[in-house]
Every structure is written in C-alpha cells, then in structure tokens.
C-alpha cells in the first residue's frame, strides 16, 4: 500500500488549501484513513480522521471548524480543507490509513504513512 499526499504550498494567514492523499496498492486493506503534521522541533500530531464509510469523523481541538476531512472511496482519496488558515498550523502535513474501520487519534494506530506535503502559512 502506497500513499501520495499533495496539496501542500505557502499561503497567507487567513487563506485556504486543500490537500490530497490518494492510495494505491491493496487498497482493500485500508479503512479509516488520517491526517497529521509535524512542526519544526515539535511532535507528530493527530490533526483529523475518517472512518471507512465516511460517516465518522473526529478532529483536533486545534482545527475544530476551520478544516475538514472528507473521501472518495471510488477515487481511492482522501482530502483535507483547511480554511482560516494561521501561522501555527504550518507544519509538514502527513495521510496514514489503518487497518480498522474505526478512526484512531493515536498515530500508532496508523500502519500505512505516506512521505507528507509543505504547508507553510506567512503572518
């Protein structure tokens, strides 16, 4: 299983993205997929997750109303709208995708990780 994340770029506070992670591979074992970043000098974090069928989602406190997780499980992707952006959330953004149904916040949970896009948001 292989995934692509893109999307990534420099945008200014306020502005919106909207990143991609599309799957290839044997895709029948990937159910609930998620989205984390890293920050320079900081921790991996849970930024939000999709259950297989879509119909579950969960979000950090941090991005709660401003970003949005949705998929196509026809198109094998999964994106992430992040709108209002601000300077805190840059950070390398990465899509993982585990073996349940069930979203996890815990990366651990996550077995498949793809190589993660850029977001930088100027001040």
């Known amino acids: 299983v292989q995934l692509q994340a893109s999307g990534g770029g420099l945008v200014q506070a306020g502005g919106s993205l909207r990143l991609t992670c599309a799957v290839s591979?044997?895709?029948?074992?990937?159910?609930?997929r998620g989205w984390f970043r890293q920050a320079p000098g900081k921790e991996r974090e849970f930024v939000a997750a999709?259950?297989?069928?879509?119909?579950?989602?969960r979000y950090a406190g941090s991005v709660k109303g401003r970003f949005t997780i949705s998929r196509d499980n026809v198109k094998r992707t999964v994106y992430l709208q992040m709108n209002s952006l601000k300077p805190e959330d840059t950070a390398v953004y990465y899509c993982?995708?585990?073996?349940?149904?069930?979203?996890?916040?815990?990366?651990?949970?996550?077995?498949?990780w793809g190589e993660g896009t850029l977001v930088t948001v100027s001040s």
């Open positions: 993982a995708a585990r073996d349940s149904e069930n979203t996890s916040t815990d990366l651990r949970g996550y077995k498949y």
């Open positions: 591979g044997r895709t029948f074992s990937t159910y609930a």
């Open positions: 999709i259950s297989r069928s879509g119909g579950y989602t």
